[in-house]
């Protein structure tokens, strides 16, 4: 053994390494001079300072520009050494040495200066540049600190990713990882001895780095320490990274009319900001299926792109036209999506898709809630070019719609080309026009649609074609000289049509010396429009041998008028007037406001343009009230002098809950009540508007905390107060169970095609067993039984809807969508399971039915989620036997 020298504590600063705690611990066989410890410093100081300059880069080095200083190491100990017979270094207690960002802790660090290797051992730790901590038994390495070997070692990495293993070595930025275990779970907080709810353990991990890919050598995913499944060789991205070149997670489905399928994707990270990502699938029953999926993202925005297609195997797996797309052998789709920000105000995108057929969502892609919906389907592509401002707004866009059900019929549907809309509001300064002051609006629209045939409907009774059972079709193609007696009503023109409006209005608020809240307002509509309707007769393949539709009716919805430009101005003014009278009491602030309000028209014709293709959605409630036009669109506007009058109160709790409740009614004093007026689609009938004294309309708001919350609204006969449109909403959040739901009970409206009540029931739940463990459901009740008794029938028959309630044998909560799952969910894993039985057109026959799907997923965090869909089959809704796929 050589000799030792120990030296009573002592600090230096060393110039080169810019810190050097060296403690000197006290000489126990005798007292040495003071010259001789400061000496004996000197020289442990010398040794440690070209320890750090080996650590700075032991391998040969290009010199480094003379603006950039040398990098700098610190080390704190409780006590250094210097064993000049070995030619080593240590230090003990409690050492730090933190270098290039990474900070060394261990009970004793030792630097052989022979092999240029640095050795650490208990409750050593690695604290990487990123936030990585490794700790180990015992480090054995280079003096870089970024090759060597380690043992009984753990990683926890900044992105929660825990690796470990009995013995790893480390190669630059490599490290493999002998017999380890990786996962992304937190240990057991109560017992950290418990196995991770998931972890992957191989033969050996290898952790590049450089490339950020962790790959994995004969290895087996583990669940609570117990095998599930085995893998000879896989790989996954680095936890921290979000994008990686690689194959993603398999898909599993299972349907009856495609058989088994599995989808394998592969991700293509092409650039920072672009990628691509292809999916072969493969399917028992039918042919090969190919997507691909191009993402580009720039600096002012992005687009993507998504082609896919097949060749069918089966045809006969799906129906005959029209139910459903046997004839067609090549099915494919293209979808692209994208919006750039011009400039702070200004945006463009598009929307678009572009389908083989009606069918193909339904048939190949995953479940989705507006593809199997049995009541509506429809693929809306649009391109827009929108721009806003402080106080105005402009949007320019086209829309293309195509029908997905089988009772569309295509030609029917208007292309969009365009519509535009423009708002801008301006201040009226009073010093210059006055006193006048207030505000200036200016509301402008132009629509233009063409579609090749008229969008007939029948009513009163709904009848459908002979052949299939499936199209609304027309005995008599001519409205009736008394619009409550019509059988035919015209939806939509075969033909051409524009049509421009614009408005300006002004208004302003003045407070009388008794705290009532006057608004004046007048303006002026200018409206024109230009109708080419086809008058060609066109056939439909459903009634192609008797039942022509025939455009050229159309001229008897307009009263013989020809193709023409007609125009209109409307100007009207009014007033409105409030009184909030305020109460403070107990439970919190009162509020009372009784309203009235008076809107003056010229008596003139309330369907300037004789068509109406924008305003058929006309549902009077609280909402439009005090609307001075209560239509929905452009195409119809009010005429006539009419009064709207009201009141609302409303209670405010000093917790912030709060109680509001609204009641008024509308009548019409002078002139022509627009909404008594018919157009080709019976609009304004049956509104509740349209006779002189209006319908009662009311809201009921309740949310006296965050946790409960009522709405209900209605409209009412003025005469028996009897309900003719109810709806009622609520939500409870009792932590730890959530409840909304939604019901809706509208009268029957035959003068508009509603021949029948509509009534239905939605809610939805969650329910929290514990902080990982959940349930969740959803169903909605068809309560009209519309389709129950309806609907379900075989083709070839014609079907006739009479009379305003359901009768039948289906039970009062008809099912029409259910949903039940149960899951659970935890900081390193999701894992969820659902079944759902929902209204769908059933494949083989085109039938209503009722179709049930199980759907699986489970997602590891950082390895990526993996899916499956069983498709249980069709349940006819009538007789509940199953089809035979």
């Known amino acids: 053994m050589g000799r030792r020298r120990r030296h009573r504590h002592h600090e230096r600063t060393s110039e080169r390494l810019g810190l050097l705690a060296a403690a000197l611990d006290y000489w126990p066989s005798r007292r040495m001079p003071i010259a001789m410890r400061l000496a004996l410093a000197v020289v442990i100081g010398n040794a440690f300072v070209l320890a750090g300059v080996l650590l700075v880069d032991a391998k040969p080095r290009v010199a480094e520009p003379p603006s950039a200083p040398p990098a700098k190491m610190v080390v704190e100990a409780k006590e250094l050494a210097y064993d000049e017979t070995r030619n080593s270094v240590s230090a003990t207690g409690n050492v730090k040495i933190f270098y290039k960002g990474r900070t060394l802790e261990a009970d004793r660090v030792v630097y052989d200066r022979g092999s240029q290797r640095v050795y650490a051992e208990g409750h050593a730790r690695l604290t990487e540049t990123d936030g990585t901590v490794v700790y180990a038994d015992r480090f054995d390495l280079t003096d870089d600190f970024k090759a060597g070997f380690m043992d009984s070692l753990r990683v926890e990495g900044a992105d929660n990713a825990h690796f470990s293993a009995p013995r790893a070595e480390r190669s630059g930025e490599t490290t493999t990882f002998d017999l380890g275990t990786y996962t992304a779970c937190d240990a057991c907080r109560d017992d950290p001895s418990k196995p991770r709810l998931w972890s992957v353990r191989a033969k050996r991990i290898i952790h590049d780095n450089d490339e950020k890919v962790i790959y994995y050598e004969d290895a087996s995913l583990e669940l609570l320490g117990v095998p599930i499944a085995y893998m000879p060789y896989f790989s996954s991205p680095d936890p921290s990274v979000k994008r990686k070149s690689g194959f993603l997670n398999p898909q599993l489905t299972y349907r009856s009319q495609i058989g088994y399928s599995v989808a394998m994707p592969y991700y293509w990270a092409l650039a920072p900001n672009y990628d691509l990502t292809v999916t072969p699938t493969g399917f028992t029953r039918q042919g090969p299926f190919l997507s691909a999926q191009f993402r580009h993202r720039v600096e002012n925005g992005g687009y993507s792109i998504n082609v896919e297609g097949t060749h069918v195997g089966d045809p006969s797996a799906f129906a005959t036209a029209p139910y459903g797309a046997r004839d067609k052998r ?449 169903v909605t009740f068809d309560m009209s039984r519309y389709l129950y008794n309806s609907l379900t029938r075989a083709p070839a028959v014609t079907t006739t809807l009479t009379g305003a309630n359901v009768t039948g044998s289906a039970p009062l909560f008809s099912l029409a969508a259910l949903g039940l799952g149960a899951g659970y969910k935890d900081e390193c894993t999701t894992v969820a399971i659902n079944y759902s039985s929902v209204y769908q057109a059933q494949a083989s026959t085109g039938l209503p039915a009722r179709n049930q799907t199980i759907m699986v997923s489970l997602q590891l965090r950082t390895l990526g989620d993996a899916k499956f869909n069983y498709g249980l089959g069709s349940i006819l809704l009538k007789d509940g036997v199953r089809s035979q796929p």
């Open 330 to 778: 090549w099915r494919g789709a293209v979808q692209s999506n994208g919006e750039f920000q011009i400039n702070d105000q200004w945006r463009f995108g598009w929307d678009v898709t572009a389908l083989s057929d009606r069918y193909f969502l339904q048939d190949y892609k995953q479940y989705n809630s507006l593809y199997q919906n049995y009541f509506f389907r429809e693929s809306s592509s649009t391109i827009y070019l929108t721009g806003q401002g402080p106080r105005s707004f402009f949007d320019l866009r086209g829309f293309y719609f195509q029908g997905l059900s089988p009772n569309d019929v295509q030609a029917q549907q208007p292309v969009v080309h365009p519509l535009v809309d423009y708002n801008r509001a301006f201040d009226v300064d009073p010093e210059r026009s006055f006193g006048i002051g207030g505000q200036l609006d200016v509301d402008a629209n132009f629509t233009s649609t063409s579609a090749s045939i008229a969008n007939y409907e029948s009513i009163q009774p709904r009848t459908l074609d002979s052949v299939y059972g499936l199209y609304n079709v027309c005995q008599n193609y001519a409205p009736s000289a008394d619009p409550y007696q019509s059988r035919c009503l015209l939806r939509g023109v075969g033909g051409n049509y524009e049509h421009a409006t614009v408005m300006g209005s002004w208004k302003r608020k003045a407070i009388d010396p008794v705290g009532g809240v006057w608004t004046p307002f007048v303006f002026a509509r200018f409206s024109g429009s230009y109708l080419d309707y086809d008058t060609s007769n066109y056939y439909a393949a459903y009634n192609a041998a008797s039942q022509p539709i025939p455009n050229s009716a159309q001229s008897l919805f307009f009263y013989g008028a020809d193709n023409a430009f007609r125009g209109q101005a409307t100007p009207g003014g009014g007033v409105e007037w409030r009184y909030p009278i305020l109460a403070r009491g107990a439970l919190g602030d009162l509020v009372v406001e009784p309203i009235a309000q008076i809107v003056a028209r010229p008596n003139q014709s309330s369907i300037p343009s004789l068509v109406n293709m924008d305003a058929q959605s006309l549902v009077f409630d609280d909402s439009n009230l005090f609307e001075w036009s209560k239509y929905s669109g452009y195409d119809r506007f009010e005429t006539g002098t009419r009064a709207n009058y009201g009141g609302q109160a409303t209670l405010t709790f000093g917790n912030g809950g709060f109680v509001n409740a609204l009641v008024g009614q509308s009548r019409q004093i002078a002139g022509k009540n627009g909404y008594s007026t018919a157009d080709a689609a019976n609009v304004g009938l049956s509104s509740g508007l349209d006779t002189r004294t209006s319908d009662w309309v009311g809201r009921f708001a309740f949310a006296p905390s965050s946790m409960l919350s009522f709405v209900a609204k209605g409209r009412f006969d003025p005469d028996g107060l009897r309900g003719r449109r109810i709806d009622l909403i609520g939500s409870l959040n009792l932590d730890p169970l959530n409840l909304t739901f939604q019901y809706a009970n509208y009268a029957s409206q035959p003068v508009i095609g509603f021949d029948q009540r509509r009534q239905g029931l939605a809610a939805t739940g969650r329910y929290d067993l514990t902080e990982n463990y959940f349930l969740n459901g959803s």
